[in-house]
């Protein structure tokens, strides 16, 4: 039996949480900002109810086997604070986020070889009465490393397919490449559909080729066709979907476009690789954020 932390109930962390308590096989300890008095999950896996005791202070935790990070990947000082306490030498700190960043983040506060990033291919959304919604396929995806394979382990009794990949580099930037392209959709206010519209498809295959001409020179290796299937991907979902960073701006929440832009433009300057589309996409939505109302036409003052 492996003792667990998760820090982060939201959509992710909750869902992971719930199904892995079910198996009865972990102790499942949960860490939050407030108390959860029920988790529903939705799932084409099946339905799932989990009344966590969530955990406000990592004061009586005492140290664990692994860590899960579901939080969002923008809060990383904040999530570092839980860690102290329950990391040890042997514990594994697994970061189920967004972006290529996973170990950089956490590097600050962990030995860098107990850090495994996690790709998460988990669609859900935690609605504030405690209900997770999920929809399509459940992955997560590790590093082929010997920690990465422990932790596959841990999902054996759940639906949720865990899986440690040799070209681990490659899925990793895969996804980014996949969510890139979202900012438009958070800049315009406007969901999947509007990858419809031939303009927006130009700017979505710009964003996605400077993704990978980033990713290629970080070691990534691409389909060759990655550019048109990232369109493809985009332009096959639901045509009234939000992904989470237009979900996030429309709530006033903080979005993860450094992880998900910011770090194409960041790497892309590392090896004198231009990324004009990113850097403009990040640049407007940070400029709209510090000035959200819009200035209408009006007289000059004499
Ligand atoms: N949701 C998806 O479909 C999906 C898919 C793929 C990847 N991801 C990635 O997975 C990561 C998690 O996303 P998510 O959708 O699960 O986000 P989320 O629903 O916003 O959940 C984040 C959770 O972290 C909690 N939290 C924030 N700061 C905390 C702290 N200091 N201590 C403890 N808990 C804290 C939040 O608490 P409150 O409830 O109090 O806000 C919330 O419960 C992100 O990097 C995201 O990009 C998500």
Not at 191 to 217: F, K, Q, S, Y
Request: proline share 8%; hydrophobic share 45%.
């Amino acid at each position: 039996m492996a003792r667990i932390a998760i820090i982060g109930p939201g959509a992710i962390g909750g869902f992971v949480a719930a199904w892995l308590d079910q198996t009865r096989s972990h102790e499942v300890i949960v860490c939050g900002r407030r108390a959860i008095p029920s988790l529903e999950i939705e799932s084409p896996a099946g339905n799932l109810s989990f009344q966590p005791k969530v955990h406000l202070s990592a004061d009586a935790i005492g140290p664990v086997d692994f860590v899960l990070i579901a939080t969002k990947a923008y809060a990383v000082a904040e999530t570092a604070a839980w860690l102290p306490p329950l990391v040890t030498g042997k514990t594994t700190v697994a970061v189920l986020q967004n972006g290529v960043e996973h170990r950089e983040r956490f590097a600050p506060y962990l030995p860098i070889e107990q850090i495994l990033p996690v790709i998460v291919q988990i669609a859900a959304e935690r609605h504030e009465s405690g209900q997770i919604c999920h929809r399509g396929a459940a992955k997560l995806t590790v590093p082929d490393w010997p920690i990465g394979r422990e932790f596959t382990h841990l999902f054996r009794q759940t639906p949720i397919e865990a899986i440690a990949a040799p070209d681990f580099i490659n899925l990793l930037w895969r996804k980014l490449c996949g969510n890139a392209p979202g900012i438009l959709n958070a800049l315009l206010l406007q969901p999947t559909r509007i990858m419809h519209d031939g303009n927006i498809a130009e700017l979505t295959r710009a964003i996605a080729r400077e993704c990978v001409a980033v990713g290629r020179a970080e070691g990534a290796v691409f389909d060759p066709d990655v550019v048109e299937a990232v369109l493809r991907g985009c332009r096959n979902a639901h045509p009234e979907s939000i992904n989470s960073m237009h979900a996030d701006r429309l709530a006033g929440r903080p979005m993860e476009v450094d992880e998900r832009n910011g770090v194409i433009v960041r790497l892309g300057q590392k090896h004198g690789i231009a990324t004009p589309y990113n850097q403009m996409a990040v640049a407007l939505l940070a400029t709209m954020m510090r000035y959200p109302q819009p200035v209408s036409a009006g007289c000059l003052p004499k």
